[in-house]
């Protein structure tokens, strides 16, 4: 018998590697991917509150405005976090996070949340410096949960054409992706659930900075003085490489 416990039989030769390192990297970030129709990109971050809410930035005010993470609903057996608002018009809960600069062309956001009937207005957004400009992609979904918004060159928000019928169940999870071109200033595409939409014809904001390269997710639900409810934040990918 060998040394460490295997049949002399045993295959000891050299083996050969079938898939690069960087291959399977990407593979164990996939694993549980956030959009279950969507493999463009290569994974960069992954937020899953599995450790908490250490890694990211909360920001909350106005009536009834907190955040927490909880189990009422899990995704994959992880906590989400509870971004609740109360019935003011004013009122907020976002959480965002900084992601370490990429050298890319091309973006992109995975988002997973969950609605509860009353939720209200949910968006999330992705913003990219490159020491010149900073350029800000999002979608916006509504109170009603059947329409969809980008955030447009204008720094406001523009209807994308359709209907998109959401589910308000708690433990009903969504699954959002939007990607943008950086060097073309366009969006690439936006998937929500079993929707696909070309977003080509779309520009994302963009403005004059001179801060240090950086990007930075954003997720956010507003508050309603006809409603006081919760959304779930389940997790976040941060990719670049789209097509």
């Known amino acids: 018998m060998s040394k460490h416990g295997r049949p002399d039989w045993y295959n000891i030769t050299p083996m050969i590697q079938v898939h690069a390192s960087e291959d399977v990297n990407e593979l164990a970030a996939r694993l549980k991917t956030l959009d279950a129709y969507d493999r463009r990109g290569n ?7 599995a450790s908490g809410l250490g890694e990211i930035h909360q920001y909350y005010n106005g009536v009834g405005a907190t955040q927490y993470l909880t189990y009422l609903p899990t995704y994959n057996g992880l906590p989400t976090v509870e971004l609740a608002v109360g019935e003011s018009n004013t009122a907020y809960s976002d959480i965002y996070g900084y992601v370490t600069p990429q050298q890319a062309s091309t973006y992109g956001l995975e988002v997973i949340f969950a609605l509860n009937p009353f939720t209200n207005v ?23 949960h059947t329409k969809v ?3 447009g060159p204008t720094a406001t ?5 359709g209907t998109y019928r959401l589910y308000g169940g708690g433990h009903l999870f969504h699954h959002l992706k939007f990607a943008f071109d950086f060097t073309n200033r366009q969006y690439l595409h936006m998937l929500l659930n079993s929707y696909a939409v ?12 001179t801060s240090a390269p950086y ?5 956010s639900h507003l508050g309603n003085a006809s409603r ?15 097509d």
């Open 43 to 49: 994974v960069v971050n992954v937020v899953d509150f």
């Open 122 to 144: 949910v968006f999330a957004t992705l913003s990219v410096a490159d020491g010149t400009n900073i350029q800000t992609a999002g979608i916006k979904i509504d109170a009603d």
């Open 198 to 209: 070309s977003m080509t014809a779309y520009q994302p904001y963009q403005s004059v900075t």
């Open 215 to 219: 990007s930075s997710w954003y997720f």
């Open 228 to 242: 006081s409810n919760s959304c779930f934040l389940a997790g976040i990918i941060y990719t670049i490489n789209e």
């Open 157 to 161: 928000w523009t209807q994308v054409p």
């Open 149 to 151: 918004y980008y955030y």
